[in-house]
């Protein structure tokens, strides 16, 4: 059962991966354009990759991990209110929530540009208010660029929060409530618990991608917001130093590997798939 | 040509503009169309057979298929049906050039192993063309089909890039300029150093690759892109780093600047000509100008990969861009500046507003304040681009 | 296993009813803005698809018109990309999901030994950023040298999508009570009708949701497909491409279309669901 699967993964996953790994300790040599990449052992590329840009890496997790409690946050909610709340309507709740993800979320990001233009009501309605940052404007700060995350990838974190909540079983709470536990007693030991597995997994589905993510820095970001994912894409593209782009690539996967792990093993849910 | 207004254009100009009186319009080019191609047509196919070949074209009429691949809205409404019509080849036309380093990078590997890359003509920027011409990938055009190659601008003609124009054929050019913002700016831009002002701090955005980002930079500091230095590169990717640092550069755009210059996001960048245009139609206040010191021009070239399944289609199409008449109708449509000379009463028939706008019909004057960048070597590309990196990237 | 039992449970000593009502508004109230909050850039789409710019972009409100509804098709180019990817997300996902839904099952009825690595391994591809693995796909391509195009498209969604399907089927039916395959077996069902006729639908709702989640994931991919692509344009790359070029209303009206068509087929599921529970 599980070794199509497996295999499919191994030919298409696995197998570039190695290569990969094998240029990132490579050193690039040949003409620009049609470059011979020689493999040595060379971690000089990581070195490179983790000194030069530094700061792109630790913004990029900062970032992200704004981006998912932000997601945890305002998915709860929601979340809850579909399972508990929403009896006949759960469905087409639920349909709803998945509807705008229907549409390119390119499309989506340039929509926000619209949204929060500098001159646009939004901006001035929190300006007058004094709820503007620093910069005096919406776009091209890293407020936007955590926003643009959230709402791109909070979708990971609703679906997920809504299948755990939606599992708790009824006599749990009947039962805690015959055991006269207050709404926030009953919440904190019996809700929040049981829904572990599902913000765990929503976590994850929203971090990682943003770590790594480049569209919306690019989009609603600024030159003091830059990701490591937008250094990666430019090490590819236009740079071509498939070697440090490779490293980087690496480091941010280890990195990930590591927070992720951590996470885990804080939140006690071993099975953390 | 004939004298009369193409009523298909006319159809596409109401549509663009206001929808009324588009429908009307449509019905009349839905008559008079089929009759107007076939006289264009007939006179196409006399112009190409009667001309003595060069020994390595045998002058056999081009059939089958032509794959094109361009980028994204740089053709116009009914210009390839017309081809086709009039030279009986069928075009398989994608617009999937969106980026020519990108492009690159995907085709490489199948070009050096002489693999087909799924398009018997390309429309890359001058710059690649050079590149793919130093690696022996590019056919070569054949003058005897090509015969319309006198209508081309002097200026382009003898570039350094490809003499003679033997490989490429320019397809469209462009300005890069500032575009600002008149209301905004409470005043008129003029030079570089303009975007340097403190008053639009944040609100300034330059594009972020390296050629169309530094070359009126380093032009602004006596420096020259038709023979650049990596100290003048240097000093020029200094000098916006400086800044950046202090927050005046909002962001490095690639043509995404155009939704930020409309919104009011930036009031001043470094855009493309033809861009503006489009702009202006909506947004009267925007406004474009070439720094006094002067800026590059941008050429992009329609060029035969040497894997080409119809070196003959794409000859005829070539030789098709290259009518003035035919041309009019894109440069109606594209809104850039024209590779071929002496467009002002091609375009005064189709639309007079194109011919008077300065930006699609440039006055000589223009012209000569704009240098193309020369090709540049492995090293310098290299190394330019990272130094540029380092500055947009990070 | 639905909940809303417990809000019209009464116990004696409390004033239940009270204490709900306020919290129970507020937490409403914090869910439909939350709702709505997903729903503003869509609004934005949908109304600007009934703009009429004079110039190549939709950026600014110009004036209305139904214009670009009444040609919607006017790009070819911007139709034809979006039926290729209609397309590759419908076959990705329906290959996806077999192979993903095979090993979610297993990993979760049978604690084999290796399990807990193929877990792991199955997260892998989660973990890895998608330039580095539409990168590394594309070298893995030209190496063999296999033209990209259509089927290399498809192959590098089902990679991504295997893992997603495996998580979410396998988040969904963890907790079940498998002792009910037992019963059935007990009761004389082959393994193969036991599975047709008790596990699936069991686990179709989870099913349903990881293929929803596909295929919104592959009709919306952009960076791994970018790679892979080849000269083939999918949605995503044109729309990224028109920002550079030009963005026609059209490409808001087929974003709305969608979406309306989405929105029917919702109405219709409910509503047959409605009427199964009726009769």
Redesign the interface.
């Known amino acids: 059962m599980v070794l199509p699967a497996l295999a499919y993964l191994g030919v298409f996953y696995v197998v570039p991966f190695v290569s990969l790994l094998r240029t990132s300790l490579s050193t690039m040599g040949g003409?620009?354009?049609?470059p011979k990449l020689t493999f040595a052992w060379h971690f000089g590329n990581y070195t490179q990759a983790l000194t030069e840009?530094r700061?792109?890496i630790l913004r990029s997790f900062g970032y992200a991990l704004a981006a998912t409690v932000l997601c945890a946050l305002l998915a709860f909610p929601l979340a809850y209110v579909i399972a508990f709340k929403a009896g006949r309507f759960k469905n087409l709740l639920l349909g709803l929530v998945i509807l705008p993800f229907f549409v390119t979320f390119l499309i989506r990001t340039?929509a926000w540009?619209?949204i929060l233009?500098?001159?646009?009501w939004v901006v001035d309605a929190l300006g007058t208010v004094g709820l503007l940052p620093s910069?005096?404007?919406l776009?091209?700060t890293s407020y936007a660029v955590i926003g643009g995350l959230t709402y791109n990838w909070i979708i990971f974190m609703i679906l997920p929060l809504y299948v755990s909540l939606e599992k708790i079983d009824a006599r749990l709470l009947e039962a805690s409530r015959d055991l006269y536990a207050s709404n926030r007693r009953m919440f904190g030991k019996v809700i929040l618990p049981l829904a572990l597995p599902g913000v765990l997994a929503g976590s994850l589905l929203v971090f990682i991608p943003s770590v790594g993510d480049f569209i919306n820095a690019d989009?609603l970001?600024?030159?003091?917001t830059?990701m490591i994912g937008?250094?990666i894409q430019?090490?590819?593209?236009?740079?071509?130093?498939y070697p440090v782009a490779a490293a980087m690539s690496f480091v941010l996967m280890a990195l990930i590997l590591v927070g992720v792990l951590l996470y885990t093993r804080a939140l006690g849910t071993e099975d953390l798939v | 040509m004939t004298q009369q207004i193409d009523p298909r254009v006319l159809a596409q100009m109401a549509?663009?503009?206001?929808?009324i009186g588009?429908g009307a319009a449509a019905a009349a080019a839905m008559i008079l169309g089929p009759s107007f191609l076939a006289a264009c047509g007939a006179e196409n196919k006399s112009a190409s057979g009667g001309s003595s070949g060069s020994t390595a074209d045998d002058g056999s009429k081009a059939t089958g298929k032509l794959r094109i691949?361009n980028?994204?809205?740089?053709m116009a409404d009914g210009f390839i049906a017309a081809f086709q019509t009039a030279t009986g080849l069928t075009v398989d036309y994608?617009?999937?050039f969106?980026?020519n380093?990108?492009w690159?990078?995907?085709n490489?590997?199948?070009l050096?192993?002489k693999?087909?890359?799924?398009?018997d003509l390309v429309v890359p920027t001058e710059f690649m063309a050079s590149?793919l011409m130093g690696?022996g990938w590019a056919n070569e055009i054949s003058d005897s089909r090509w015969t319309n190659k006198k209508n081309m601008r002097a200026d382009l003609l003898n570039a350094k890039a490809d003499p003679g124009r033997k490989f490429t054929a320019p397809y469209m050019s462009g300005i890069l300029g500032l575009a600002y913002n008149r209301a905004a700016t409470g005043r008129t831009i003029t030079k570089v150093d303009d975007l340097w002002d403190p008053a639009f701090k944040?609100k300034v955005s330059l594009l972020s690759e390296m050629r169309d980002g530094l070359g009126m930079v380093l032009i602004s500091q006596g420096g020259s892109p038709a023979d650049p230095t990596m100290e003048g590169i240097q000093k020029a990717v200094d000098l916006i780093k400086e800044n950046?640092d202090r927050?005046q550069?909002?962001?490095?755009t690639?043509?995404?600047y155009?939704?930020?210059l409309?919104?009011?996001?930036i009031i001043v960048a470094q855009a493309y000509s033809g861009d503006v245009?489009?702009?202006?139609?909506?947004?009267p206040d925007l406004q474009f100008v070439v720094p006094e010191a002067g800026s590059n021009t941008f050429v992009d070239t329609m060029m035969i990969p040497y894997t080409t399944q119809n070196q003959k289609a794409a000859e005829e199409w070539i030789n098709y861009v290259y009518d003035r008449a035919n041309y009019a109708k894109l440069i109606d449509f594209v809104n850039y500046v024209p590779v071929l000379s002496d467009m002002t009463d091609e375009l005064n028939k189709i639309n007079p507003d194109a011919a008077k706008n300065p930006l699609i019909n440039p006055p000589q004057s223009t012209l000569d304040k704009l240098t193309a960048w020369a090709p540049l070597t492995?090293?310098q590309?290299?190394a330019f681009?990272?130094a540029y990196?380092a500055v947009?990237?990070? | 296993m639905s909940t809303q039992a417990v809000t019209s449970l009464s116990r004696p000593g409390r004033n239940f009813l009270g204490t709900f009502k306020l919290g129970d508004l507020a937490l409403r109230a914090l869910a439909g803005l939350v709702l709505l909050f997903l729903f503003v850039p869509i609004l934005v789409i949908i109304v600007f698809s009934f703009n009429?710019?004079?110039?190549?972009?939709n950026?600014?409100w110009?004036g209305f018109?139904l214009?670009n509804w009444a040609h919607p098709f006017k790009y070819p180019?911007l139709t034809s990309a979006l039926k290729l990817s209609l397309n590759v997300a419908a076959v990705s996902t329906a290959i996806a999901l077999i192979l993903g839904s095979l090993v979610a099952i297993a990993l979760v009825r049978q604690r084999f030994r290796g399990s807990k690595a193929i877990d792991t391994f199955l997260v892998l591809p989660l973990t890895s950023p998608e330039v580095v693995m539409g990168a590394s796909l594309?070298t893995l391509f030209?190496s063999m040298?296999w033209?990209?195009?259509y089927v290399t498209i498809l192959i590098a969604h089902v990679a991504f999508e295997i893992s997603f399907i495996a998580m979410t089927v396998r988040a969904r039916i963890r907790g079940f009570d498998w002792t009910l395959e037992d019963a059935s077996m007990d009761l004389g069902a082959s393994p193969v009708r036991t599975f047709f006729k008790v596990t699936l639908p069991l686990i179709v709702p989870g099913i349903v949701a990881a293929a929803m989640l596909s295929f919104a994931l592959s009709l919306d991919d952009f960076i791994i497909t970018?790679?892979v692509s080849?000269?083939?344009?999918t949605y995503p790359?044109?729309v990224?491409?028109?920002?550079?070029?030009?963005?026609p209303p059209q490409i808001n009206v087929l974003a709305t279309a969608i979406l309306l068509i989405s929105l029917v087929l919702l109405a219709f599921g409910t509503l047959y669901r409605r009427k199964r529970i009726e009769t």
């Not at chain 2, 693999?115 to 398009?119: K, N, S």
């Not at chain 3, 990224?240 to 963005?247: E, S």
Request: proline share 2%.
């Open positions: 003409s620009v354009y049609l840009y700061d792109q340039i540009k619209t233009a500098d001159g646009g910069e005096g404007r776009l091209s989009y970001g600024s030159t003091k830059t937008n250094v430019k090490q590819f593209l236009v740079v071509k130093d | 549509s663009r503009r206001r929808f588009g691949s980028w994204p809205l740089y994608k617009e999937d969106n980026d380093e990108e690159f990078a995907k490489k590997e199948p050096s192993r693999q087909d890359i799924g398009a590149r690696l944040g950046k927050g550069i909002r962001r490095f690639g043509n995404d155009a939704d930020d409309a919104a009011g996001n245009v489009q702009l202006q139609k909506d947004n492995d090293e590309t290299v681009n990272k990196a947009t990237g990070a | 009429s710019p004079a110039g190549k972009f950026y600014t110009q018109t214009e180019a594309l030209l040298g033209a990209t195009g970018y790679f080849g000269s083939t344009v790359l044109y990224n491409a028109a920002t550079k070029a030009a963005v």
